[in-house]
């Protein structure tokens, strides 16, 4: 057998400033034929959990492409056109199976469905050529995506540290059915619920008790069950929640399972909504928190999440108005992580190791979707790092992938240690610091660009977790974005 094996992710922020060319993704690590399956074989990814049935199968592989890049604005046509003319074309070349890892919130600025574009594509290449998809919990499903696949299914965790359990799951069913020993059919759905990216935790509800549902699904009989929380900053109509189920040759099992799981979510609409307070009160509770010994006298870090500038979630990673309110109520003992800002960088690293300096540090990002403009923040402090920004994951998300921050420094004012990159990176593991000489456990506070996905990391150390609401394009406050495209009604956008 033939195996066409290939990744195409991106989660796009269509309220994002940042843009999204090939050079994005190559940023991240864009790898191409032979050189995919090197950079992905052996990791904690769908894609190394396919590359390992693959090779037990005896099946001949295939990888054209494995392409990911921070969230951020749309897809420029010319990287799409990249991604999915290598998908096609070694579809076109001929193969048996193909096995997709595929994020499910793509708007390219060719279509606002660039997920379900590649899959209609391939569809119409090779008809009857059996698909496995996995898809990211933040998938906007569409009935063009399930349509031009055999077999999808989405992650379980967020922070998603199940990548590589699901594509062995995705992927044994479609090697079973390959043999003939089974016959996939999928049902799914959807309900008008934009929940909230912060609100959707796997350990918090409302999703822990949807998930705990999916999982009492696939022990009754079906062969995946998946609930997606959606991804509200994408633009989209379908943007939102949804379900999928699979089951072998029994579509009303399938949708019995599915209408289940919508409905529980319907009825726990209200939970998807994050309510926040003003930013200067989450930094004195904070102040606060760590100066009370939590139970035990554990010393470890409080952490500040400054969730509205995530650039895991499109956000520009430069927005300093967190910062600017941490130092003006004078914490101490701070750690940051991680400011993009590529132009402070490198003035840090003609200045040199041990220097002293005076920087406008972030605020180089205006972001009109919000109505803001940029505002840099008038920063001194000494040099005390400067590397290539280059390190591997240590887990559990993404596990053995190599990291690139671009060339790094960072700038120790005193009070807080600020890491400084030339590539926006989310900091959901620990090397973010410990890859600068930091070690994170030993600070008091952490201060993270970050909404979920630092659990992954950071959760087992931190003594308190405040969310801080700062600016930026990944705000959970509806009022500041327009939406143009997204169905109506939905909730909470409407009164549902």
């Given at each position: 057998?033939?195996?066409?094996?290939?990744?195409?992710?991106?989660?796009?922020?269509?309220?994002?400033?940042?843009?999204?060319?090939?050079a994005?993704?190559?940023?991240?690590?864009a790898?191409?034929?032979?050189?995919?399956?090197?950079?992905?074989?052996?990791?904690?990814?769908?894609?190394?959990?396919?590359?390992?049935?693959a090779?037990?199968?005896?099946?001949?592989i295939v990888?054209p492409?494995?392409a990911?890049?921070?969230?951020?604005?749309?897809?420029?046509?010319?990287?799409?056109?990249?991604?999915?003319?290598?998908?096609?074309?070694?579809?076109?070349?001929?193969?048996?199976?193909?096995?997709?890892?595929?994020?499910?919130a793509?708007?390219?600025?060719t279509?606002?469905?660039?997920e379900?574009?590649?899959l209609?594509?391939?569809?119409?290449?090779?008809?009857g050529?059996?698909?496995a998809v996995t898809?990211?919990?933040?998938?906007n499903?569409?009935?063009r995506?399930?349509?031009?696949?055999?077999?999808l299914?989405?992650?379980?965790?967020?922070?998603?540290?199940?990548?590589?359990?699901?594509?062995?799951?995705?992927?044994?069913?479609?090697?079973?059915?390959?043999?003939?020993?089974?016959?996939p059919v999928?049902?799914?759905?959807?309900r008008?619920?934009?929940?909230?990216?912060?609100r959707?935790g796997?350990?918090?509800?409302p999703?822990?008790?949807?998930?705990a549902?999916?999982?009492?699904?696939?022990?009754?009989?079906?062969?995946?069950?998946?609930?997606?929380?959606g991804?509200p900053?994408?633009?989209?109509?379908?943007?939102?929640?949804?379900?999928?189920?699979?089951?072998?040759?029994?579509?009303?099992?399938a949708?019995?399972?599915t209408?289940?799981?919508?409905?529980?979510?319907?009825?726990?609409?209200?939970?998807?909504?994050y309510r926040?307070r003003?930013?200067?009160?989450?930094?004195?509770?904070?102040?606060e928190?760590?100066?009370?010994?939590a139970a035990?006298?554990?010393?470890r870090?409080?952490?500040?999440?400054d969730h509205?500038?995530n650039?895991g979630?499109?956000?520009?990673?430069?927005?300093?108005?967190?910062v600017?309110?941490?130092?003006?109520?004078?914490?101490?003992?701070?750690a940051?992580?991680?400011?993009?800002?590529?132009?402070?960088?490198?003035e840090?690293?003609?200045?040199g190791?041990?220097?002293t300096?005076?920087v406008?540090l972030g605020?180089?990002?205006?972001?009109?979707?919000?109505g803001?403009?940029g505002?840099p923040?008038?920063v001194?402090?000494?040099?005390?790092?400067?590397?290539?920004g280059?390190w591997?994951?240590?887990g559990?998300?993404?596990?053995?992938?190599q990291?690139?921050?671009?060339?790094?420094?960072?700038?120790?004012?005193?009070?807080?240690?600020?890491?400084?990159?030339?590539?926006?990176?989310?900091p959901?593991?620990?090397g973010?610091?410990?890859s600068?000489g930091?070690?994170?456990?030993?600070?008091?506070?952490?201060l993270?660009?970050?909404?979920?996905h630092?659990?992954a990391?950071f959760?087992?150390?931190a003594?308190h977790?405040?969310?801080?609401d700062?600016?930026?394009v990944?705000?959970s406050?509806?009022d500041?974005?327009?939406?143009?495209?997204v169905?109506?009604?939905?909730?909470?956008?409407?009164?549902?």
């Amino acid at each position: 057998m033939r195996f066409v094996i290939a990744m195409m992710k991106h989660e796009t922020n269509t309220f994002s400033p940042i843009a999204t060319p090939w050079a994005r993704f190559r940023e991240w690590g864009a790898h191409i034929g032979d050189d995919a399956r090197r950079a992905y074989e052996n990791t904690g990814m769908p894609m190394g959990a396919y590359l390992e049935l693959a090779r037990e199968a005896g099946a001949d592989i295939v990888t054209p492409i494995a392409a990911e890049a921070m969230p951020s604005g749309p897809v420029s046509e010319e990287a799409y056109s990249i991604m999915t003319d290598a998908i096609c074309d070694a579809v076109a070349a001929g193969c048996d199976a193909a096995f997709l890892d595929l994020h499910g919130a793509m708007v390219s600025e060719t279509t606002l469905d660039g997920e379900g574009t590649l899959l209609e594509r391939i569809r119409g290449i090779a008809p009857g050529l059996p698909i496995a998809v996995t898809c990211d919990l933040h998938c906007n499903l569409t009935q063009r995506m399930v349509d031009n696949c055999t077999v999808l299914i989405g992650y379980k965790t967020y922070p998603h540290t199940d990548m590589y359990d699901v594509g062995l799951q995705v992927g044994r069913i479609l090697m079973k059915s390959l043999h003939g020993e089974l016959d996939p059919v999928m049902a799914w759905g959807n309900r008008p619920i934009l929940g909230q990216t912060l609100r959707q935790g796997t350990d918090d509800e409302p999703m822990r008790s949807l998930i705990a549902q999916a999982q009492e699904a696939e022990r009754s009989g079906a062969l995946a069950a998946t609930v997606f929380g959606g991804f509200p900053m994408a633009d989209m109509p379908e943007a939102g929640l949804s379900s999928i189920v699979v089951t072998d040759n029994d579509p009303s099992q399938a949708e019995a399972f599915t209408q289940a799981l919508l409905d529980a979510a319907w009825t726990q609409r209200e939970a998807f909504v994050y309510r926040g307070r003003p930013l200067p009160d989450s930094v004195a509770h904070a102040a606060e928190l760590a100066r009370k010994p939590a139970a035990g006298g554990a010393d470890r870090p409080v952490i500040l999440l400054d969730h509205a500038d995530n650039c895991g979630s499109g956000g520009t990673q430069d927005d300093m108005s967190v910062v600017a309110e941490v130092l003006r109520q004078g914490l101490e003992d701070v750690a940051v992580a991680a400011i993009w800002d590529p132009l402070t960088v490198r003035e840090l690293h003609d200045a040199g190791l041990d220097s002293t300096v005076t920087v406008a540090l972030g605020g180089n990002t205006d972001m009109p979707s919000i109505g803001a403009t940029g505002q840099p923040l008038q920063v001194t402090g000494r040099v005390s790092a400067l590397t290539d920004g280059d390190w591997t994951v240590a887990g559990p998300m993404y596990t053995g992938v190599q990291v690139a921050m671009g060339p790094t420094a960072v700038l120790d004012t005193g009070n807080m240690e600020i890491v400084i990159v030339s590539w926006h990176h989310e900091p959901w593991d620990t090397g973010v610091f410990t890859s600068v000489g930091i070690d994170p456990e030993q600070k008091t506070f952490l201060l993270l660009k970050s909404r979920i996905h630092y659990r992954a990391g950071f959760a087992d150390m931190a003594k308190h977790t405040i969310t801080c609401d700062g600016r930026g394009v990944t705000t959970s406050d509806n009022d500041l974005l327009h939406y143009r495209n997204v169905r109506r009604p939905i909730y909470p956008l409407d009164p549902l």
